[in-house]
């Protein structure tokens, strides 16, 4: 018999982008969490990278019907972030 009983990995506490409210996610084994909505890491840049890659320039690329403006270098991040929301503000929208 298999079980589905979840076990908790451990419980953390992450601020909601949108509003800034702790939001107390827990955290199963296998990955599973609960508590808020995750939606990856956002990588932060230096004023310096941004210029190093305007100063790179960028090309034309199509897709579909659309003409989009793609950068020839991407900065390089000096940290990453994780960005949560609470249930509230994920509902809201």
Not at 21 to 34: F, H, T
Not at 46 to 51: E, M, N, P
């Amino acid at each position: 018999m298999i079980s589905t009983v979840n076990k908790i990995a451990k419980r953390v506490v992450r601020r909601c982008a949108v509003c800034g409210k702790d939001a107390k996610i827990i955290l199963y084994v296998g990955g599973k969490y609960r508590g808020g909505h995750y939606f990856g890491k956002i990588p932060l840049h230096t004023k310096k990278a941004w210029r190093e890659v305007e100063r790179a320039g960028t090309h034309k690329v199509k897709m579909g019907k659309s003409l989009w403006e793609v950068l020839n270098k991407n900065p390089k991040p000096y940290k990453h972030i994780e960005y949560w929301e609470c249930p509230k503000c994920y509902w809201k929208k």
